[in-house]
């Protein structure tokens, strides 16, 4: 009897081992489950902290960060990039005389049509607030800023989205302001700088006449057109914008 009780006392310790073991592995399971839905929701929700609600492009916060990132890696190694500023034509009166859910529908439109020239991994589109956006092209220099800039003007004036309260065209169109930071430049060059020059060849470009590209001379002191808008060539190819057509100046399609 004293040792069927042993016996029978080892195999209900044995029993228990196995139930607190099987009780462990499922917490274990469950607590890995939890951890990998937590990584799910905040890669969520830091996607959500860097997507503009309206129209799902970068916000400001992400076109922030990565602009200084590719400030950062085209200094390092010595590579052009292109930031184009593009500010909505008239957007106000379009928003007085077709609504604000028009204004939003029109926003969306445009937004997709930027994102459409944005052809490489690298080029990102962002919402930079109201109706102005950026797009932000690494290793894109003068000439392939030329031909993304026409493909922008070409890509929303296809749109055919009617304004007919803008002064400057019967549809929606854009204008277009460009700043390039040169491959061979050494001088260190602030996110901030690169903005305030887009910023200024975009003001260029509106007190000419809107629905145009301006691009800024490197230095920010001079502007060159480089683009009329009203009959803008057609989107090229991606082996245009490796051109180096260093200052030429592209001519409008016929309609």
Same mark, same amino acid.
């Not at 970068?58 to 960060?65: C, G, H, K, S």
């Not at 052009?80 to 034509?89: N, R």
């Not at 903005?195 to 800024?216: F, H, T, W």
């Given at each position: 009897?004293?040792?069927?009780?042993?016996?029978?006392? #080892?195999?209900?310790?044995?029993?228990?081992?196995? #139930?607190?073991?099987?009780? +462990?592995?499922?917490?274990?399971?469950?607590?890995? %489950? !939890?951890?990998? /839905?937590?990584?799910?929701? +905040?890669?969520?929700?830091?996607?959500?902290?860097?997507?503009?609600?309206?129209? *799902?492009?970068? !916000?400001?916060?992400?076109?922030?960060?990565? =602009?200084?990132?590719?400030?950062?890696?085209?200094?390092?190694?010595?590579?052009?990039?292109?930031?184009?500023?593009?500010? #909505?034509?008239?957007?106000?009166?379009? +928003?007085?005389?077709?609504?604000?859910?028009?204004?939003? /529908?029109?926003?969306?439109?445009?937004?997709?049509?930027?994102?459409?020239?944005?052809?490489?991994?690298?080029? =990102?589109?962002?919402?930079?607030?109201?109706?102005?956006?950026? =797009?932000?092209?690494?290793?894109?220099?003068?000439?392939?800023?030329?031909?993304? $800039? $026409?493909?922008?003007? !070409?890509?929303?004036?296809?749109?055919?989205?009617?304004?007919?309260?803008?002064?400057?065209?019967?549809?929606?169109?854009?204008?277009?302001?460009?700043?390039?930071?040169?491959?061979?430049?050494?001088?260190?060059?602030?996110?901030?700088?690169?903005?305030?020059?887009?910023?200024?060849?975009?003001?260029?470009?509106?007190?000419?006449?809107?629905?145009?590209?301006?691009?800024? /001379?490197?230095?920010? #002191? *001079?502007?060159?057109?480089?683009?009329? $808008?009203?009959?803008?060539?057609?989107?090229?190819? @991606?082996?245009?914008?490796?051109?180096?057509? %260093?200052? %030429?100046?592209?001519?409008?399609?016929? @309609?």
């Amino acid at each position: 009897g004293w040792y069927a009780g042993r016996i029978y006392g #080892v195999l209900a310790a044995c029993y228990l081992l196995i #139930v607190l073991l099987s009780e +462990n592995a499922r917490h274990y399971d469950r607590l890995v %489950q !939890n951890g990998a /839905d937590l990584r799910i929701a +905040n890669d969520s929700l830091l996607e959500m902290s860097m997507q503009d609600g309206l129209t *799902g492009l970068a !916000n400001r916060r992400a076109f922030d960060t990565y =602009l200084t990132e590719q400030i950062a890696i085209a200094q390092r190694h010595r590579r052009p990039l292109t930031l184009a500023a593009v500010d #909505v034509d008239h957007f106000k009166a379009y +928003n007085d005389r077709y609504g604000h859910q028009a204004g939003d /529908d029109c926003l969306k439109a445009i937004a997709a049509a930027l994102k459409s020239c944005c052809q490489r991994p690298g080029d =990102l589109a962002a919402r930079y607030g109201g109706e102005e956006f950026s =797009l932000i092209l690494p290793d894109t220099d003068r000439a392939g800023a030329a031909h993304i $800039a $026409a493909a922008v003007l !070409n890509t929303i004036a296809n749109l055919r989205i009617p304004h007919a309260s803008s002064a400057t065209a019967p549809h929606i169109s854009v204008s277009v302001g460009a700043a390039i930071l040169a491959g061979e430049s050494s001088a260190p060059l602030a996110p901030a700088q690169l903005i305030a020059q887009a910023d200024r060849a975009l003001y260029c470009a509106k007190e000419n006449g809107r629905n145009q590209s301006v691009l800024s /001379d490197g230095e920010g #002191v *001079g502007f060159t057109p480089i683009c009329s $808008a009203l009959n803008a060539p057609a989107a090229p190819d @991606s082996s245009a914008r490796a051109a180096s057509m %260093q200052g %030429q100046a592209l001519q409008p399609q016929a @309609s």
